[in-house]
């Protein structure tokens, strides 16, 4: 009787827990649609191929598993199945920027397009600004675009694109890390340069301020890669670059608007930055994602991890249901990426790049408990919002 009464609560368990998982969109029907953006009971949100509202929550870098020291080998299809079904376990639904295939196509997912070499994490002799005045410069982009649409062909669990990961827009932060800012690479072009013959027809047209001519190198990125994203994909969402938190000034995000469909902000911290958040969806009217973000706590091995770091698993677990409930709070915010699905050793950060599995493959047990815990916290919430019956 008592095995009995186990399997049967067991059972109940996981019909609730399906029961959640579908209504939140993690358990896709067939349907030959597309991800949409739409408003329920005055909440944005997206809404999936079968026209179910979906708030997604997701997991970033998952290719490491396959990639750098202790690498998967063997089955990468079983390897996929054995990971999704982890992630369904834990409460997750999509795949962030970053899914192997093929995975990206076993549930929701993102891709990524790098078309620019300004990410703020890249090392001085690989970062670059380009003059994306260049028509050959334009043409490498359209191409990097054509091939990574191509190889979304047919897969209908695409949420979206993003484009290039946090690229070094701000001019005082740029001229600090890096000695330099797009303005100034340009102004520094030879004569005869398709940025340096639109520079000096910038000045000749009475312009003069650095912002201002950062405003249309903005304007000429976008163009470019929004038209050519759109013109091959015109029914895909864009969720344009991924923007580190306070790394893009207002013009910026100005020229990109017409072309992206949700703001994708990478913040930092513990706390959600309600006030940063709210200004962010008053002034630019978008959705917005947040699109990869944690927090973190040594290990005996690794002293040492990327982002903020708090003193234990459990600490990160709490901050991390906190950190939910208040940016669901906010009806512009439509989903949420944690930043990496297995521990890799930045050599050249000298640190921890911390997952929610170790370098072996085991959970941290007390931090996955709890990122489930919130997990379906969050989707119960967001299916009692969306009246699922």
Known sequence: MIGNRRALTMKGILSKLAALLLGAGLIQADGDGRFQLGKVNGRDCLIDPDGKPFLSLGVNHIQNVFQGEGALLGDYRQACEDILKRLTYWGYNTGGYGTPEPLCRMLPSFAPMYLTKNANYMPDEQFEYCDVFDPVVQQKMREVIQYEIGKQAGNSTLIGYYWTDTPQWDLERARKKRGTDWVSMVRELPAGAPGKV????????????????????????????????????????????????????????????????????????????????????????????????????????????????????????????????????????????????????????????????????????????????????????????????
């Open 198 to 389: 639109r520079y000096e027809q910038f000045l000749a047209d009475g312009g003069h301020s650095d912002e201002a001519f950062l405003r249309l190198i903005a304007r000429e990125l976008y163009m470019v890669i929004g038209e050519e994203t759109r013109r091959l994909a015109p029914d895909v969402l864009i969720f344009g670059e991924r923007y580190l938190a306070h790394d893009h000034p207002d013009c910026v995000i100005e020229e990109a608007l017409p072309y992206i469909d949700v703001l994708s902000i990478q913040p930092g911290g513990v706390q959600f930055e309600a006030v940063y958040f709210d200004r962010m969806h008053e002034k630019f009217k978008k959705p917005i994602l947040v699109c990869d973000h944690q927090n973190s706590f040594p290990t005996p091995e690794y002293p040492k991890t990327m982002w903020q770091q708090l003193e234990s698993e459990e600490a990160v677990g709490v901050a991390y249901e906190q950190y939910l409930n208040d940016a669901f709070e906010k009806s512009y915010i439509i989903g949420y990426q944690r930043c990496q699905y297995i521990d890799r050793y930045a050599d050249g950060a000298g640190m921890l790049k911390q997952g929610i599995v170790r370098e072996d493959g085991t959970a941290y047990k007390t931090l996955t408990q709890a990122l489930r815990q919130a997990n379906l916290q969050a989707l119960e919430r967001f299916q009692m919002h969306h009246n699922f019956k």
